[in-house]
């Protein structure tokens, strides 16, 4: 059973990777508006290192490849 500490826990880290995955949908928009892909790398691998969830993840990749 998962006690409230670690529940609290892995929501704190859910919402941290979502942060992160915002980060690169925004990424995503500058890229759009044409700000440079070279530019933008930093905030892709910054997302890359932060998530750890499969789904987030493949969204991720499915976010960075539009570049």
Known sequence: MVGARERK?????????LD???????AN??????IEATK???FYESSR????DPK???ILDE???RN
């Open 29 to 34: 928009e500058y890229a759009k508006g044409g």
């Open 40 to 42: 933008l790398k930093e």
């Open 9 to 17: 826990q892995q929501e704190a880290q859910l919402v941290h990777e």
């Open 56 to 58: 987030l993840r493949r």
């Open 63 to 65: 976010i960075s490849t």
């Open 20 to 26: 992160k995955l915002e980060l690169a949908l925004q």
């Open 49 to 52: 290192t932060a998530i750890r």
